[in-house]
């Protein structure tokens, strides 16, 4: 297929190669920056003497402009103007980048995470792109390998964050995220095609807007929740208030001409499937991983952890990473042996063992780099199948919009996942101490398995209900058509036999059918 807006001469063909790893390159930024709040909190809090609470906001900031620009950004990318939705984004996230870096304050700082946050957009953009560019061929493994860039990117991440504040300070983390984030704008401006598919379309404005402040209420008391208190009226009251939004930006999506989401595309089992799965599957996710880097880092004179340093923790993750690299090259080979349908669960039942493995072996810390290793390959399968899902059943115009809401609800359960497993051990911290009992991770870990298992079973009931109801509908299609040739039978004996003189047939009155 070739590429739109491509110039003659060599550079399209400099152009038609670089695509997928410039593509792949983009989402890595993304997710190394969107990272690089995480394991900085406790030196932010320090550096610029704010408490651990509210150094949070960090990363907190991050996620929800990312839930915000996320589907906006689909929208607008599903247009003739993705490369410049894409330009833009970057160009904010390089100024956000250089925001933070610059040692001007707290506050300064937060801002500066905020325009970072409008980079988690960017990967159903690519995903998009990939789609509408690229040969059947070459697209399949590319939105796998793409999906499963935000993961990977969290797993790079944090020790390369470790390993530069260490040595040069936690400033010199923000300007690494800047010089990446150039390199991104040089390269997607050298690369990118001209133009997008598709017409331009009014953006929902209305919606834009109640989606925003209601995820912007929901993931404000989820985050806060642990600070605030759970059954305060403050988190109470942001819970109705984003249930309420929520409801009603649901009710106004299926009423416009042009909605920011389609949600009508979750009639389709396969869509309902991915974005179900998406957002379990995260939750289960970052249970873990917030598990293990505040195992690893808690001191060993509590009876368990080892009192790790930032670098070691995020050398932990990196099999993490390295592993859900590797699962793009096993799902094809999983899909021919088995099915694609298949690949959905296996891959939760290698996360579902990762977290089984947590609970019985954590004693050494070679032990929490096979479980990471473990983990990133289930989560990698799982992950790298939902987008093709998403892509093969909705119209190409809508694959940004389509991707971007499973991009809003996977980091709706990332967060769910850091929260719930913050509330399981700090319910089984003692009062008077500041680190939870080692069965606080016990409980959790159960928890995460319980989790694991419902998105197994979401991943194989809801795809086989489709298939029932397809083939129900395909035996009364098929009935239809009997009853009809039949009729047209009869109607031509009928009319032969008055042409003969012979009288008609009697009526044969046949019974309905149960379930038609």
């Given at each position: 297929m070739p590429m739109t807006g491509r110039h003659a001469g060599p550079a399209p063909d400099f152009r038609d190669r670089a695509l997928v790893p410039v593509l792949v390159f983009l989402g890595t930024v993304v997710a190394v920056i969107s990272s690089l709040g995480a394991p900085l909190v406790p030196t932010i809090a320090a550096v610029d003497h704010v408490s651990l609470s509210d150094a949070q906001w960090?990363?907190?900031?991050?996620?929800?402009?990312?839930?915000?620009?996320?589907?906006?950004?689909?929208?607008?990318?599903?247009?003739?103007?993705?490369?410049?939705?894409?330009?833009?984004?970057?160009?904010?996230?390089?100024?956000?980048?250089?925001?933070?870096?610059?040692?001007?304050?707290?506050?300064?700082?937060?801002?500066?995470?905020?325009?970072?946050?409008?980079?988690?957009?960017?990967v159903p953009l690519t995903i998009a792109t990939a789609r509408d560019v690229l040969s059947a061929e070459r697209s399949r493994p590319a939105v796998a390998l793409l999906s499963i860039t935000t993961v990977a990117g969290v797993g790079l991440g944090y020790p390369l964050t470790g390993l530069i504040t260490e040595s040069l300070g936690v400033h010199a983390g923000f300007w690494f995220g800047a010089i990446i984030s150039a390199l991104a704008l040089l390269a997607a401006a050298l690369v990118l095609p001209r133009t997008g598919s598709g017409k331009k379309r009014p953006l929902d404005a209305p919606g834009a807007a109640l989606l925003a402040v209601g995820l912007a209420a929901l993931l404000l008391a989820l985050s806060e929740g642990e600070v605030w208190g759970w059954t305060s009226l403050r988190v109470l009251g942001l819970i109705v208030f984003a249930v309420v939004l929520l409801a009603g930006w649901s009710r106004h999506e299926l009423r416009t001409a042009h909605p920011l989401v389609d949600l009508r595309t979750l009639r389709n089992r396969s869509v309902l499937t991915a974005n179900?799965?998406?957002?379990?599957?995260?939750?289960?996710?970052?249970?873990?991983?917030?598990?293990?880097?505040?195992f690893?880092?808690?001191?060993?004179?509590?009876?368990?952890?080892?009192?790790?340093?930032?670098?070691?923790?995020?050398?932990?993750?990196?099999?993490?990473?390295?592993?859900?690299?590797?699962?793009?090259k096993l799902v094809p080979l999983l899909a021919r042996r088995t099915s694609t349908a298949l690949v959905l669960p296996i891959g939760c039942g290698i996360s579902l063992l990762s977290m089984v493995l947590f609970l019985v072996a954590r004693g050494s810390l070679w032990e929490l780099f096979v479980i990471m290793g473990v983990a990133g390959l289930g989560v990698g399968c799982t992950f790298a199948v939902m987008p093709?899902?998403?892509?093969?059943?909705?119209?190409?115009?809508?694959?940004?919009?389509?991707?971007?809401?499973?991009?809003?609800?996977?980091?709706?359960?990332?967060?769910?996942?850091?929260?719930?497993?913050?509330?399981?051990?700090?319910?089984?911290?003692?009062?008077?101490?500041?680190?939870?009992?080692?069965?606080?991770?016990?409980?959790?870990?159960?928890?995460?398995?319980?989790?694991?298992?419902?998105?197994?079973?979401?991943?194989?009931?809801?795809?086989?209900?489709?298939?029932?109801?397809?083939?129900?509908?395909?035996?009364?299609?098929?009935?239809l058509l009997m009853d009809e040739s039949i009729a047209d039978a009869e109607t031509?004996?009928?009319?032969?036999?008055?042409?003969?003189?012979?009288?008609?047939?009697?009526?044969?009155?046949?019974?309905a059918r149960s379930g038609r």
């Open positions: 960090s990363l907190t900031i991050t996620l929800l402009v990312g839930s915000i620009a996320t589907p906006v950004m689909g929208r607008l990318g599903d247009g003739p103007h993705r490369r410049r939705v894409v330009l833009g984004s970057i160009a904010v996230v390089l100024l956000g980048s250089v925001l933070a870096a610059l040692p001007l304050g707290f506050g300064f700082l937060v801002a500066g995470r905020g325009l970072q946050g409008v980079g988690l957009g960017l179900v799965a998406g957002l379990i599957a995260g939750v289960a996710m970052y249970m873990l991983m917030s598990m293990v880097t505040r690893v880092q808690t001191p060993s004179s509590t009876g368990y952890g080892f009192g790790t340093s930032v670098l070691v923790t995020g050398l932990v993750l990196l099999p993490f990473s390295a592993a859900s690299v590797a699962s793009s093709g899902l998403i892509v093969n059943a909705v119209p190409a115009h809508e694959t940004g919009s389509a991707i971007s809401f499973n991009q809003v609800l996977r980091t709706i359960g990332y967060t769910t996942g850091s929260v719930l497993s913050a509330v399981v051990l700090e319910a089984h911290t003692p009062s008077g101490h500041l680190l939870p009992e080692d069965s606080g991770y016990q409980s959790a870990a159960w928890l995460g398995c319980v989790i694991w298992v419902v998105t197994a079973v979401v991943t194989i009931v809801l795809p086989r209900r489709a298939s029932a109801a397809a083939k129900r509908a395909m035996t009364v299609d098929e009935e031509a004996e009928d009319s032969a036999g008055a042409d003969a003189g012979v009288p008609a047939a009697p009526a044969v009155t046949v019974p």
